[in-house]
């Protein structure tokens, strides 16, 4: 009976302890260590302006390297993280780093903007715009330099449509700017753009791909871009990977560009870099 019992035990134990360690090395149980003990990190990708011919802004964008499951995407990240409940964190240490990039980084940012990605959960939360305004005291170095990116689908699907215009009005009023992301893929008609106080449209990356063979494409996106110009917003195109596509971004009248043909989203001392070698050229000619 002793032997049984302590058989019985030993496979007890045993499998409590795989399951614990299963457990805690699960996808969900990873993240949320992850930003617990602030282990994620921030790219930043450079949006150049054609006009200029230099980086005028960064996009932060998240990225983990779990030692269980590899490069983790964002997108994966971002869907845990809200099921988690953990969502704010996330968004509000991305927005901390680039206040802690523009600090310690004044004289090389100075003329640069920074944009951070807001996700849904985030955004609608009561306490978004108050928090901001916080964080904007504390970092006042942010007022006038970042972006917050809302993708047009989290615009118009959210809440109802005059309490996310008031929403934005409110982070405009502390001088935050605001670019609608991944435009194109939702279901906004032209009259979206004129509602929401946007300052920036990103064309999603979907539509550069296909730009040289799709024609009826073209044409739109050509009116987009105009519409857009004439409401004052920057036009980016997004996802430009090759020469011919970024003569194709030129020819809608796109004068801002981000993609791999310029640059991949870097570690945050590559960027400096990056924008230091670029200064140095200017300052040479
Ligand atoms: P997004 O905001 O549309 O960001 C642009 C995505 O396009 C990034 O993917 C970037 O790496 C990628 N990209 C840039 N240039 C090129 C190119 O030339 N070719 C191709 N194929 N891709 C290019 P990433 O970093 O994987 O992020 C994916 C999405 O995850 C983002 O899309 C954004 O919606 C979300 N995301 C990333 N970081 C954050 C974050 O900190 N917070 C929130 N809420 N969402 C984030
Ligand atoms: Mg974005
Ligand atoms: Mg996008
Ligand atoms: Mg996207």
Known sequence: FIFLS????????????????????????????????????????????????????????????????????????????????????LTWMVIRKVGMLFRQNAELLK?????VNVDRHSLIHEDFAPTLAKVTDEWPELKGRLGLEVTETTALNSIELPLMVSRFEHIKALDIRLSVDDFGTGYAGLDFLRRFPYDTLKLDQIFIASLKEDQFTRQVLT???????????????????????????????????????????????????????????????
Request: glycine share 4%.
């Open 111 to 115: 003329d640069i903007r920074i944009s």
């Open 223 to 285: 009116s987009v871009t105009k519409l857009a110009k004439e409401l004052n917003m920057e036009v980016v195109a997004e996802g430009v990977e090759r020469e011919d596509q970024l003569e194709a971004v030129r020819e809608l009248g796109v004068e801002r560009v981000q993609g791999y043909y310029f640059c991949r989203p870097l570690p945050t001392d590559q960027v400096l870099e990056w924008l230091m070698a670029e200064q140095a050229r200017k300052s040479r000619l």
């Open 6 to 89: 302590s058989v019985f035990l030993f496979v007890l134990f045993s499998v409590l302890h795989w399951s614990f360690l299963y457990y805690r090395r699960s996808l969900p149980q990873c993240i949320k260590r992850a930003i617990q003990n602030n282990a994620m990190e921030v790219y930043f990708q450079p949006i150049v302006s054609l006009d200029e011919n230099r980086t005028h802004e960064l996009e932060a964008l998240i990225r983990w390297h779990s030692p269980y499951h590899g490069q983790v995407s964002p997108l994966s990240i971002i869907e845990v993280s809200e099921r988690l409940g953990l969502i704010d964190e």
